[in-house]
């Protein structure tokens, strides 16, 4: 793929040659290696790649709280190179919204000021702030929950108040970094739903990073990050855990053999669970299906 | 009204103020801390007893003193050359220089005063007296605060500190005996309880059979009027030698120095001891909720507050509990001190509105240094914390 640096308003992220080193010489690890990659308004990208393949720090990069080792990343067409740490709080306050993998409220809030507070930061207040807040999260299915405290809300209802949070300012661009891990698969398949209506209906922009193999189909576009590079295709090397569905080498020596097919595990823990009862893993349609798709 | 309710009330007012103003992350997470709160406040307010009683009491004795010498009602005092006239350094005149001082132009009337220390028993108790004889022609340098019985003596009759009349159970119409001399009890006199000595009152005739013979402390001088001050204290220096001569002011200044000079350092060092208990404890609160909620700091910060937003919150939450302290302090300490007076008559504390100013500016005071290092804390908090899981 070749890119041109070039401004374009059509384009909510741009990143040309973007690199993070983390650390200094011998200690030095490359999370992100030469990325470039343009993500158009409206589209929902999903990254996937292994552990450690640089997710979260590419997230990071986009989402204006890592400063590139080299490399550009711009925002809807301003380039964050240089800009001060009060404009790049701004970009983060009004121009992206964060869903993390845990739901991440402030405890002493109640559901709907922990969407007020982040309107209140950019200078909407008072009734107006509130009732922004109401609506958002009457929209997540909430109606009846604004004033519980988080740890009166269940983790899926917590994520929900999470998007909230993230939409209340409106922005261009929401990044999630593993928004379903911490949810079981059915409230999971909630949250992403949830997602993908925001983007569909509000046209958002929507960067999700995720081991989840499930959250593929709402994606417009799957980027596959290894070692801290996007490969185009997804790579033959790799294959899906059955038991934990994380991707794992091919090349990894924890193997099993079960009704003439070779599964392979991302760690001896797993491989013991899908030994204890192999018919259980192994018969997942999904998992065929996957595997066989991503190829 | 205990600082839970405090909480519920300030919790509704919350409510209310959100929809009008903004969410304020500070409040919420003090209401959220109520106990950790409540001990703080606790803190603040041990800490504002302490400097209430340590500058009270330094109030207290000087204007005690201030009384001692201006409620004698003199214009000028004499003393023996170099002597301030003080426990320390007492003064020593001849009663023969009355004549002299009284022909001395500007000086319209003179009085000798018997100042000095006694040892007595009482109950066979030592107690130590301050013995006031003064000139019951005049009434200069007689009692200046009399809250029972009379207000003048005549020979064979005291009036004492009420304090001492307390301690050993003596009342108007009953007896003292000084020294073999039998005196009648006819007053008590008020805030003349010198903690090392008590005051009592008699004539200048009683008074001197306890001094050398042909001695007194002062003389009290008033001065014509046509005449100032400084006029007469150069005529009456430079017509006798050996002779200081002083305004009351400069006197009451002198004696304040002298007596109190030694335990102003003290009241200094506890009043500041106290403050510093103060920041201490709103310091250790604050630390502690800042890192009890250090991974909150960084989710705001991800999602876009400013380094000062954040400090806002933290200064918030310090003034919050520093005002609150200093404020309930103050409402509470000074009943307090009254009670504790009724128990421990000696325990002279005066507390006046400048103080109350003076707490109340050191609460905010206290609340911006308390949370220097807090806010230093968040600083340094990273952001991309957020995206580790807990
Ligand atoms: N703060 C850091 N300091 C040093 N190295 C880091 C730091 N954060 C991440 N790394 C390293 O950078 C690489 C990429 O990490 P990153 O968290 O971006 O991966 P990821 O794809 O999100 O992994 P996972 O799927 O486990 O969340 C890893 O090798 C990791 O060890
Ligand atoms: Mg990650």
Not at chain 1, 266 to 291: H, M, S, V
Not at chain 2, 77 to 92: M, Q, R, V, Y
Not at chain 2, 171 to 185: H, M, P
Request: hydrophobic share 45%.
């Amino acid at each position: 793929m070749d890119f041109e640096q070039h401004d374009d308003i059509d384009r909510a992220v741009e990143l040309y040659h973007a690199t993070k080193v983390y650390g200094s010489k011998h200690t030095s690890v490359v999370a992100v290696n030469d990325v470039s990659l343009h993500v158009e308004l409206g589209e929902i990208i999903v990254i996937m790649g292994p552990s450690g393949s640089g997710k979260t720090t590419l997230i990071q990069l986009i989402g204006a709280l890592l400063t590139p080792t080299s490399g550009d990343v711009i925002i809807n067409g301003r380039n964050l190179n240089g800009l001060s740490k009060k404009e790049l709080s701004r970009i983060r306050r009004e121009e992206i919204g964060f869903v993390f993998q845990s739901p991440n409220l402030l405890s002493a809030l109640t559901a709907i000021q922990n969407v007020e507070v982040v309107l209140n930061l950019a200078g909407v207040k008072g009734a107006n702030a509130r009732y922004r807040a109401e609506q958002l999260l009457k929209q997540m299915g909430l109606g009846e929950r604004v004033n519980h405290r988080p740890s009166q809300l269940s983790g899926g209802e917590q994520q929900r108040v999470a998007i909230a949070r993230a939409l209340a300012n409106n922005p261009q661009i929401i990044l999630a970094d593993e928004p379903t891990a911490n949810l079981d698969s059915k409230t999971g398949h909630e949250v992403i739903r949830l997602l993908r209506n925001i983007a569909k209906e509000q046209g958002k922009t929507i960067i999700i990073a995720t081991h989840d193999l499930r959250i593929r189909d709402l994606a417009d576009r799957v980027l596959w990050l290894e070692d801290g590079k996007i490969s185009v295709r997804w790579s033959d090397g790799f294959i899906i855990d059955p038991v934990c569905l994380m991707l794992v080498n091919r090349s990894s020596e924890i193997v099993t053999t079960y009704e003439g097919k070779t599964f392979h595990f991302c760690t001896r823990k797993c491989k013991e669970r899908f030994e204890e009862n192999p018919a259980a893993y192994a018969n997942r349609g999904f998992w065929e299906d996957l595997n066989e798709n991503m190829h | 009204m205990s600082v839970l309710s405090f909480g519920a009330i300030s919790y509704n007012v919350e409510v209310v103020m959100d929809v009008i103003f903004m969410v304020s992350v500070a409040r919420r997470n003090l209401a959220h801390e109520k106990s950790k709160v409540a001990v703080s406040i606790g803190g603040i307010v041990l800490s504002v007893f302490l400097i209430l009683t340590m500058v009270g009491l330094n109030e207290a004795f000087s204007t005690m003193m201030d009384d001692m010498i201006t409620g004698a009602d003199a214009d000028l005092w004499i003393t023996s050359e170099g002597a301030s006239g003080s426990f320390h350094s007492p003064s020593l005149l001849p009663i023969s220089i009355q004549d002299n001082l009284t022909q001395i132009e500007g000086v319209s009337e003179v009085s000798p005063l018997i100042r000095t220390p006694l040892s007595v028993k009482i109950n066979d108790e030592k107690v130590l007296l301050y013995l006031n004889g003064y000139d019951i022609e005049t009434g200069l340098g007689g009692p200046w605060s009399v809250i029972e019985g009379k207000s003048e003596v005549e020979n064979g009759e005291i009036i004492i500190d009420r304090t001492l009349a307390q301690k050993q159970g003596l009342e108007v119409g009953g007896n003292l005996t000084i020294a073999e001399k039998d005196f009648r009890i006819v007053g008590l006199s008020d805030r003349t309880n010198l903690m090392i000595a008590y005051m009592v009152f008699m004539t200048f005739d009683d008074a001197k059979t306890f001094l050398l013979e042909g001695v007194t402390n002062y003389f009290l001088v008033k001065v014509d009027s046509g005449y100032t001050l400084a006029e007469v204290i150069n005529n009456i220096e430079s017509s006798l030698t050996d002779v200081s001569a002083n305004t009351s002011t400069d006197t009451a200044q002198a004696y304040k120095d002298e007596i109190l000079g030694g335990f102003i350092p003290i009241f200094y060092l506890l009043s500041t001891i106290g403050l510093l208990v103060g920041i201490q404890v709103i310091g250790v609160l604050l630390y502690s909720l800042t890192m009890d909620k250090a991974k909150e700091y960084g989710i705001l910060k991800a999602v876009g507050a400013t380094n000062p937003q954040i400090y806002r919150i933290v200064l918030e939450q310090a003034l919050i509990v520093s005002i609150l302290g200093f404020v309930i302090g103050s409402i509470v300490v000074p009943p307090l001190i009254s009670i504790m007076q009724i128990y421990v008559p000696e325990f002279l504390v005066t507390i006046t509105p400048n103080m109350m100013l003076g707490v109340s500016l050191l609460g905010i005071l206290t609340g911006i240094v308390a949370s220097v290092i807090p806010v230093k804390k968040i600083a340094g908090i990273d952001p991309a914390l957020v995206f580790k899981e807990a």
